[in-house]
C-alpha cells in the first residue's frame, strides 16, 4: 500500500495568481498521476508525472497552465498557474504500485481550490 | 476522458435496502475497480476484479463483470446511512493510469 500526502487540503485564490500542489508519497513509485475533478463531476486525468522526464500531458491540458515537477520517486508538484474562476475544482494525485498489473491505486485527500 | 457511463447517476435508498450501480467501459481492459469518495475528497479503492473474473464478493460488496457486454455491476446489500457517497467504476491497463467513470451520487437515509 502506499500512504500519500497532499497539500494544501484546500484553498481560495486570487484569480491571475498561481498555486502550486504537493504530493509526497511513503514509497517509492514510478509514475504518478494528477486528476481534476470540478464541481459534480468525475476524475479526469491531467497529466503523467515520471521522474527524471517531463510530464505527459492528456489532450486539453498543457505545460504552462499545469506544471508538474517530479524531482524524486516520492515526491511530485502540480502548479495551477494563472488562475480563472474556470480551476475552481478538486485536484487529486495517485499512484500505483510499480511493478503490479492489477493492483489498486491510491489518493492523496485531494485540494479544494476555490478561485474567485 | 472518461472510459464509460456509470447509472443511474444518483440513487436515494432507505437503510437496509440493497443499492444497485451499473458501470460501461469502451476499450479492453485488465481489470475493472470501484473507488467510494466521501464529500469530495480521496478516493478509497473498494474492489477490483480482473479481466477473467465474472464475480467477486467483499463484505457487503458484490461486483460482476461482463467483458463481452463490457459492463460491471456493484451491489451494496443492506445499506446503511455511512454508505451515502459517491461510487465510481475505473479502468486501467498496466502501467497506466485509471481512467473514471461519471459516478453515481449514493443518499441513503435512516
Known amino acids: 500500500s502506499a500512504v500519500i500526502s497532499q497539500k494544501p487540503s484546500r484553498d481560495i485564490c486570487q484569480r491571475g495568481t498561481s498555486l502550486t500542489i504537493q504530493c509526497q508519497v511513503d514509497s517509492q513509485v514510478t509514475m504518478m498521476f494528477w486528476y481534476r475533478q470540478q464541481p459534480g463531476q468525475s476524475l479526469t486525468l491531467i497529466a503523467t508525472?515520471?521522474?527524471?522526464?517531463?510530464?505527459?500531458?492528456e489532450s486539453g491540458f498543457v505545460i504552462d497552465k499545469f506544471p508538474i515537477s517530479r524531482p524524486n520517486l516520492t515526491f511530485s508538484t502540480l502548479t495551477v498557474s494563472n488562475m480563472s474562476p474556470e480551476d475552481s475544482s478538486i485536484y487529486l494525485c495517485s499512484v500505483v504500485a510499480t511493478g503490479f498489473i492489477n493492483t489498486e491505486a491510491f489518493f492523496g485527500q485531494g485540494t479544494r481550490l476555490t478561485v474567485v | 476522458s472518461q472510459q464509460g457511463e456509470e447509472d443511474p447517476q444518483a440513487l436515494s435508498i432507505q437503510e437496509g435496502e440493497n443499492a444497485t450501480m451499473n458501470c460501461s467501459y469502451k476499450t479492453s481492459i485488465n481489470n475493472l475497480q470501484w473507488y467510494r469518495q466521501n464529500s469530495g475528497r480521496g478516493l478509497v479503492h473498494l474492489i477490483l476484479i480482473r479481466s477473467n473474473e465474472r464475480e467477486k464478493h467483499s463484505g457487503r460488496l458484490r461486483v460482476t463483470l461482463d467483458t463481452s457486454k463490457k459492463s460491471s455491476s456493484l451491489l451494496i446489500t443492506a445499506s446503511r446511512a455511512a454508505d451515502t457517497a459517491s461510487y465510481f467504476c475505473?479502468?486501467?491497463?498496466?502501467?497506466?493510469?485509471?481512467?473514471f467513470g461519471k459516478g453515481t451520487t449514493l443518499s441513503v437515509s435512516s
Open positions: 508525472a515520471n521522474q527524471g522526464s517531463e510530464a505527459t500531458y
Open positions: 475505473a479502468t486501467g491497463q498496466a502501467g497506466t493510469a485509471l481512467i
